[in-house]
């Protein structure tokens, strides 16, 4: 599946079209896991799974189980992960009342959620159902699009409610009943290519070429900021437990 280089004019056709786009960025996906794989548990729920491009890290958990809205993208998961016999799928919204009754018996001790609540009107409200979801001690692992002034055409083509800044996302958290254990900048080269791209040129989709060099350098960037922690980044990685 691979839609069309003209900017689409749906939210879930961008969605879907930066995700592909994303698989192709082995390095920095090879990254993002090596950064949360330290607070990964036996038995994790994937909220948000896409198209499965993270999914696959996951695969040797005693339990994985991928949520998504799109029972399409849920079908990709499935062919990517068949031979999975740990994988659960499904769809549904995180918030719906529904969804939490049908994951409630899974007893997680892992949620993961990456790129995922900017996308969600109610941020306090998955974030209170994931907290009913997770066994107490369980951790939640987000990474969420940071630096407000970085909001522009990509976020909007992408259906972002919102970047966070650490000074909103404590309370938040905290709100939800969650203590917090990490709550780091990650990725500052990529503050200039989303600026650049969302701010400047109004683009809606990042480019592949781009995305090509990001991924050759994405290795470099993660030596660089395992020595020293960037002051600002395009991400912020946060890692909260429930008591």
């Known amino acids: 599946m691979r839609l069309v280089e003209a900017a689409p004019d749906s939210v879930e056709a961008v969605g879907v079209e930066t995700l592909l786009r994303m698989a192709d960025v082995a390095a920095y996906n090879d990254w993002v896991y090596r950064r949360i794989r330290p607070y990964l548990g036996d038995r994790l729920l994937e909220v948000g799974c896409g198209i499965g491009n993270m999914s696959g890290y996951y695969a040797d958990r005693p339990l994985l189980v991928c949520l998504d809205l799109l029972v399409e993208s849920l079908a990709l998961v499935r062919a990517k992960l068949g031979d999975c016999p740990s994988l659960h799928t499904v769809q549904g919204d995180i918030c719906a009342e529904a969804t939490i009754a049908a994951l409630a018996d899974y007893r997680f001790d892992t949620a993961v959620m990456l790129n995922v609540l900017e996308h969600i009107a109610d941020d306090a409200g998955a974030l209170a159902a994931i907290h009913r979801l997770l066994e107490p001690g369980g951790r939640l692992v987000l990474l969420l699009p940071a630096e407000r002034y970085l909001y522009g055409t990509l976020d909007r083509a992408l259906g972002h409610y919102r970047r966070y800044e650490p000074a909103t996302v404590r309370p938040l958290l905290e ?21 650049l791209n969302g701010r400047v040129l109004r683009r809606r989709l990042l480019p592949r070429p781009q995305l090509a060099a990001f991924n050759v350098l994405a290795p470099l960037f993660e030596r660089l900021e395992g020595v020293i922690r960037p002051p600002r980044g395009q991400s912020l990685l946060v890692v909260c437990r429930r008591p």
């Open 175 to 195: 709100r939800s009943g969650y203590q917090i254990e990490l709550l780091e900048y990650m990725n500052l080269a990529g503050i200039l290519g989303w600026f």
